[in-house]
Structures are given as C-alpha cells and as structure tokens.
C-alpha cells in the first residue's frame, strides 16, 4: 500500500536556467525566458508539483565554469540534498555544462542525491539506462561543440591581430581604441601620466610604492573600466600591481606581439623568463603609436630587477654588499648576518659579515664535497672594494666627462621644470594633510604620541621634497652660465668629492649598488671580483691595490684584495686598546 502511494507521488521539480555572455545577444534563440516557459509547459504536460521558488537562473555565465563559480546552480545542489525536489529540470544538456568531465562530475552528485535530470529538448531522462547513455553522449558532443566555437573566435582573434587590430579587451592605459579602424591610438592625458611613471622608476630609482604614493598624492587619474551591464565608466584607484602592469607592459614601445605570453601574465617574470612565453613562432607583431621608447623600457625593465634584487624586506639591520656578493666557490648569493660583540672583550668579533647559505636538503651533498669552501667574512674586511671605487670617482678623468654630458648634452629644462611643478603640488597636498592633522587633534579625535609622529613623519617628507626642488631648481642654468662650462664643471666634482668623502653607511650603500653589478668573493684567498658599471677604459688609480680584466660585456673588471683574517683583528685590537690586555692568538 506504502509503495503504491510512493509511485502514484508527484514529482516535484526544480528548474535551472542558464544563458552566456554571447547568448544574451540572441534572446529568441537560448533566451532565459524562452527556456522558462518551455520548461513550465513541460511541468504541466508531465504533472510535476511546481515551486515558484525553485527556479534557478545563471545569467551571462560560461557553460565551462564549475559548479562553485555558478551562484544559482550552487544553491540548487544544496537544496537538492535537503531533498527539497525530485527532478532537476534544464532546457538542454549544454545548459548544464560543455564540459563533459564537469557534467558528468554533477550528474553524480545529482544520483547520491537521488535526483532525476531531465531535457525536453534533448529528450533525456536519467531515471533510465538509456537516458544516463544519452545524456553522457550529448554531453560529449556539447564539449565538442564548445572546442569547435573556441577554435573559430580565436583564428579570428589572430586574424584580426595580424591586421593591426586592437584585440584583447580593454587597452592599456594611455591607449583608446579607434572605433572605426579597431586600433589602438593615444589618450594623451593618461600618457603622460605612463611617462612620468617610466621617468620616476628609471631617472629617480623610485619603487613601486613610492609611485604608487605619489600617485595618490597628486591625483593622477587611475585606469576606468566598463562594468558588463552598466556602460558607465567607472574611475578606480592605484595600486601597485596595476603600476607593474604598465611598467612591464611592451605595448608602450609602439611594438606589442600579441600571443607572446602564457596565462596568467606573470608581470616581470615573464618577460624576463622564456617559461613563461609561448613559441617564438606564435607571436604576431603588432605596431601602435609608441609613448615612451624602447631604450626607456629595457631600463625600466633593468631597474625593476634592481629593485627586486635590493628590496629590504624584513631586515633589522642595513648591510653594505648586501645583494652584490657570491660565493666563488658554490656559485651561491651570500646572505648576511651579525654577531653581537663579546662581554669579555677578549675575542674580535664578526659584527656584521656574509655567509653562504645552504638549504637543509642539499647540506649532506655539500658536507660530502672536500672542494667546497664554507666559513663567513666580516664586513670589515671587504672595505678595500669601498675604497676602489673612491678610487676611480676620485678621478677626474672618470667623472667629468660624465658630469658635463649630464649637467649639459642630456639636460631638459621643459622636463626639469614639469618635474618641480609637480614637486610643488606635492607640497601642496602635504600642508593640506599637516593642516587636517592638526584639526583632528584640535578635536580631540588624535592622541598627542600619534599626533607628534604624523607631524614628524610630514616634516621629513616636506623636507625632502624641497631639497630635490632646490637640487632641480640648480639644474636650470642660464644662457651665462652656458658659457662657463669648465668653470661649473670644477665646482661640481669638487662638490661630489667632498660628498664622497663624509658620505654616512646608507650613503656608501646607495653609491656602491649604483656603480657596482656583482662581486664574487674568494675570502680563503683574501680577493674579490668586482664587476664595475664602468667601461673598460675607465682609469683606475695605480694606488688601488686591483688587478685589471675584462668580461663579455665590456665591462671594468677588478680583482681587488681584501683584508685578511689577520688584518682585520689587528685592526681591531688597536681601535680597542682593552682588548690587548690579554694575548691573542691571532
């Protein structure tokens, strides 16, 4: 009797609707109301117990995307293991997926929830054998069909491409897109904001957060996008990866080769790593009006890894050669340390030095290997390099030329007076800021400690500021003071000397880094090699205790000595005098 009435039950049903993107065009063909009604029609004809409530719709979502990227379809497989209903109703199969490993991954759930599925239109009940074998069949030809429309938009994607047209969505910033010839043309206001992010990463060595900061601090105008149902345009804001994302993006040259690199777009990694490119073979060259030139870009691109390869993370202490030394032994890059000084007094400490690291799984290996050096070298005993490189900006041979070429051929007033205009509103807006400050306080809504520090912080900023304007500022000369080349020439290497010579640590570390590319330690032998970003004919003082070669770059190599184990303790011994109360082996 029990049974009976279980098979006389009405089924009661839930419908699913789905429409793409693309679909949502041709509303007569898989339109969403077109689906609903069909399917209502089908419950009438079929008897099912029908809820208003249980119609979910997907509404310009692709049919490849799983379930947890469908909000509605989602919801329906949760309330279908509450057992709120018996048959999931869809128009076709491809409502449900174009991907056959996804469907029949849901068509799985839908058994282990005990829930029929079934398609008027495809005629599909897997309530049957024959059902679930059709449905598996349709399935695999809705995949098919999907790999077929993928194949023809995207030879029509490299068609197009290959006939200059923009192509990939949304064009950079500092680009628009021609609507009648499809390609890219200048928006000359966001250029100009590309350009002075180029300008402030290669010529002032800013990083991504200092650009990212000034930025903000002169509202410059972010990237808009078009949201997919509303056509306005809608500002957003400046964020470091979007910064990155125009620094390391090609197109600004005027030459872009579209399907060069693999998805997702790695920033600088892929266009510094061929793994992250697809075939030489597949790119198509395509050329846009150019914002910035090539050179430009391989300095940008030069200068990113700089940044990358000198970036302070979470260090407590600034170190000197940090991010210039390796092992000439292991091949390894050197990490830095320090060792606290010995209450007695009687042992000469490391204080700062460098080491070679070696991961825990590689250390048997190494320990295994006789040839392998390890130890650590204070930094006291690499000052020599220091000292070389004093060395060959001492000389005026080395500096002036340069000095002239950059104080006359390479200056560009119209730059250097952009460039303090924007300083000035800088200013501005850092006032403004002081001025809010100080009204929060006078409202009692800042503490006194946190209102100090804010003030101290602005200060500083305020004064860094106007020192790059007066430096700037010096850096326009008059038609008068053209004339007096050698005269100016003199005083500004004078100048640089004595700045060279009263330069404090964070100083020698600025000066090192921007002069020096690597240097490859030998400590056991009490050398280093020193790859200097100076050319080979560059003079180097005969005092200077170096041997010179050259590399494939033809860049000024030197094998400079180092101070020796020895010499750095005695050095030691007599700048402490306490420490020689008692004999050291040494």
């Not at 409530?53 to 469908?70: C, E, M, Q």
């Not at 200059?164 to 897109?177: A, D, E, H, N, S």
């Not at 020599?384 to 500096?399: E, H, M, Q, Y």
């Not at 490859?520 to 050319?535: D, G, I, M, R, S």
Request: with cysteine; hydrophobic share 35%; charged share 30%.
């Amino acid at each position: 009797m029990i049974e009976s009435f279980q098979s006389e039950r009405k089924k009661r049903v839930a419908i699913y609707l789905r429409v793409s993107t693309e679909e949502q065009a041709k509303e007569g063909h898989y339109g969403l109301k077109m689906q609903e009604d069909a399917l209502r029609k089908y419950c009438e004809f079929k008897h099912y117990v029908f809820d208003e409530l249980l119609v979910f719709t997907d509404a310009g979502l692709s049919g490849s995307l799983p379930i947890d990227k469908r909000p509605a379809l989602n919801e329906a497989m949760q309330r279908g293991a509450q057992g709120e209903f018996d048959v999931l109703l869809i128009y076709k199969i491809d409502r449900l997926f174009r991907d056959l490993h996804e469907l029949l991954g849901a068509e799985k759930m839908l058994v282990k929830y005990k829930i029929e599925l079934e398609s008027p239109s495809d005629q599909i009940d897997t309530s049957t054998p024959m059902g679930r074998f059709g449905f598996q069949m349709i399935g695999g030809f809705a995949e098919l069909e999907r790999g077929v429309i993928r194949q023809r938009m995207m030879a029509g994607k490299l068609r197009a491409a290959k006939e200059g047209k923009w192509v990939t969505g949304i064009p950079p910033y500092g680009y628009r897109v021609d609507k009648k010839e499809k390609k890219l043309v200048i928006e000359e206001k966001e250029a100009e904001v590309v350009r002075k992010f180029y300008e402030w990463l290669v010529y002032e060595k800013c990083s991504l957060r200092e650009i990212t900061r000034r930025a903000i601090a002169l509202n410059l105008q972010p990237p808009h996008h078009k949201p997919k149902k509303d056509r306005k345009r809608i500002g957003g804001k400046w964020y470091k990866r979007t910064i990155n994302r125009i620094l390391v993006n090609e197109v600004y040259t005027g030459e872009f080769y579209y399907n060069k690199y693999k998805r997702p777009f790695k920033y600088l990694d892929a266009v510094l790593d061929e793994e992250h490119q697809r075939p030489e073979s597949e790119h198509i060259k395509m050329v846009f009006p150019a914002i910035i030139t090539t050179d430009l870009f391989k300095q940008a691109i030069e200068q990113l890894q700089e940044n990358r390869r000198f970036q302070k993370r979470n260090e407590k202490r600034a170190y000197m050669f940090s991010g210039l030394l390796y092992s000439g032994y292991t091949g390894r890059k050197l990490q830095s340390g320090y060792q606290t000084p010995k209450k007695d007094l009687t042992t000469p400490t490391l204080g700062k030095y460098y080491h070679a690291y070696v991961p825990l799984l590689d250390r048997v290996h190494y320990e295994n290997d006789q040839n392998v050096q390890h130890g650590q070298c204070a930094e006291s005993r690499l000052i020599p390099i220091w000292d070389t490189l004093v060395g060959i900006l001492s000389d005026p041979k080395n500096v002036i030329p340069k000095l002239e070429e950059y104080t006359f051929k390479n200056s560009n007033e119209a730059r250097t007076r952009n460039k303090i205009i924007e300083l000035d509103k800088q200013l501005e807006v850092i006032k403004e800021q002081r001025v809010r400050v100080a009204r929060a306080y006078a409202d009692m809504g800042l503490g006194e400690e946190e209102y100090e520090t804010l003030m101290r912080e602005k200060s500083t900023q305020e004064k860094e500021l106007t020192i790059q304007k007066q430096k700037l500022a010096q850096t326009l000369l008059k038609k008068k003071e053209q004339t007096n080349r050698d005269i100016i020439i003199s005083q500004l290497f004078k100048k640089l000397q004595s700045r060279l010579h009263s330069l404090d640590y964070a100083g020698q570390q600025y000066i090192l880094r921007l002069f020096v590319e690597r240097i490859t330690l030998y400590h056991k032998e009490n050398y280093a090699e020193v790859v200097f970003k100076f050319p080979t004919h560059t003079a180097v003082p005969g005092t200077v205790p170096a041997t010179v070669s050259q590399d494939d770059h033809m860049r000024l190599v030197l094998h400079v000595r180092i101070y020796s184990e020895k010499e750095r303790r005695i050095q030691i011994f007599q700048s402490v005098p306490e420490m020689c109360k008692k004999p050291i082996a040494v």
